[in-house]
């Protein structure tokens, strides 16, 4: 998996683990399947940040994670 490849570039690269952001297109109706998968330890979100209703979706699916 791709996390698996970054993780191992970054643990050559520093000292320590950096968290890992997802930050593709991330919304209320995907939010849940991002968290889950695990790789990640968050999201950027962007254009559903527009979306008062969005926004919502995604605080509420993230608090549920």
């Keep these: 998996e791709k996390t698996d490849f970054i993780r191992r570039f970054l643990r050559q690269k520093f000292p320590f683990m950096p968290e ?25 979100v962007g254009q559903a940040s527009l979306s008062l209703k969005q926004v919502k979706k995604i605080i509420s699916a993230g608090l549920k994670e």
């Design 20 to 44: 890992i952001l997802y930050g593709g297109s991330v919304d209320g109706s995907n939010i849940k399947d991002y968290l889950s998968r695990g790789g990640v330890e968050g999201v950027v």
